[in-house]
């Protein structure tokens, strides 16, 4: 079905938000929001995002990577009506693993499959690539390098060595929620990782594709280099 819609992905058995009811278990779902291409699917991406709500940006962002081709699955986090926290530890990944299985039953294969994310979803995306094996993960902006976000989630620069999926990582030299010397020893730690990685520090804040100014004469547009690591990795 090309285009944009609604649709929900069932939670795998005895993962959390499962309800039991005496003998009964009560299948709980997912809500995502789906971008089809128009033609048959490269692959597909989970994108994860941070909000209760898509931002313009975020919507021009996966109509875009549907029209190279890709499904692009945007799973609703909150769903359990939980505060931030809740959306690390287990209920990310059955989060995730429930788009995954999604896309399996359209014919996307594991590593066919990406996943992306800005800011403290992209520290999620990061997660999720050190405990899935997937074709590439993409993270923009991901806080929480020295420190973890919360109890449930893990510092980068500590799960790094743990990549599973091959891992792109874009940060700006100007954001203050990743100074520029956490991100020099995240680069460090993600090269000792057994899958290809590659952390990029743009000048300012031209590290996110979805603000205005992020594209220069003299170096790799940041929405470029997104394409390019899935393009790269996903085949």
Known sequence: MPGSYDDNAPLRAGDPGQAQDGQATTIARVPIRVFEPDRIARGGIVLLHESREFAETLLELMTALSAEGWIVVAPNLFHRGADDDQVFGEELFADF????????????????????????AGTAAFLVATNRRIGAAVSIAAPGIDEPLTARADALIRAAAGLQAPWLGLYGADDPTTPVDQVERLRDAAAAAAVATLV???PGLRHRPDRPGADSDDEVPAHARIFDWFDSHLR
């Open 97 to 120: 693993d429930a788009c995954f299985d999604w896309l399996v039953r359209r014919g996307v294969y594991p590593d066919l499959t990406g996943v992306l994310g800005f800011d403290s």
């Open 200 to 202: 990029v520090s743009y």
